[in-house]
């Protein structure tokens, strides 16, 4: 947690937390303002999805960027963030809705939930990959956000949108000790890097608005037994989601 202390352990031994809330616990303790009642009939292989990835993803866009009819939009890195970005971008009425992955097989995905243009960028250079966004939309892209968690994603997020309004969103989280950096030049010419977390969603209110496709997301289902296998088909690309259910 935040202040270094954990809620878990396991046979007197501490258990760290991952970004200060997973767990794979039968029970755990929360603050009551972080629960919300959800249908009884939901099912939970589905909704568990709704906590994190999908609301951040929605939320990074219409929350955060606050992306409006007619921008244009770039994402980078289609995975369970990035094509919830994709849905948020959809949503809001962007008009080119552009997403840059190394994985040639998101293509497929990015287009079945609105993305309008696909970038393979495996091999690129940073600066190839901000020449061909500039062509690709008249200037540079209106909002921008890294699903990535790469550092270097980053700076290419930053610097491929346009000059005088661009604005980039981080929301990957980077390894521990990674730093971003750029030319000041990119930032003194209008371009400016926000954060968001949780999609700037409040739980209670802002979730249960949330309409978009969730059970294709899902790509694998298993148990506990198989939770490494889960980790290897995601560093794989082969999966979007797995859900470990026990």
Known sequence: MPDGTSRFSYKGQTIFHYMGFSTFSNFTVLPEIAVAKIREDAPFQTSCYIGCGVTTGVGAVI?????????????????????????????????????????????????????????????????????????????????????????EVMRTALEAYHRG????????????GKEIATRPFQLVTGRNWRGTAFGGAKGRTDVPKIVIQIDPMITHVMGPEEINTAFDLMHAGKSIRSVVVF
Not at 96 to 112: A, C, L
Not at 165 to 170: D, E, F, K, L, N
């Open 63 to 151: 929350n955060t960027a606050k992306v409006q009819v007619g921008d244009n939009v770039v994402v980078f890195g289609l995975g369970g963030i990035g094509l919830n970005v994709i849905q948020g971008a959809r949503l809001a009425g962007a008009n080119k809705i552009i997403g840059v992955d190394i994985n040639e097989t998101r293509e497929e995905w990015g287009r079945k939930f609105g993305m309008t243009d696909f970038l393979n960028s495996k091999g690129m250079s940073r600066e190839d990959v901000v020449a061909k966004i500039v062509l690709m939309t008249d200037g540079g892209a209106d909002y921008t956000f890294d699903a990535t968690g790469n550092t």
């Open 165 to 176: 309004w661009g604005t980039s969103i981080i929301i990957g989280v980077a390894e521990a």
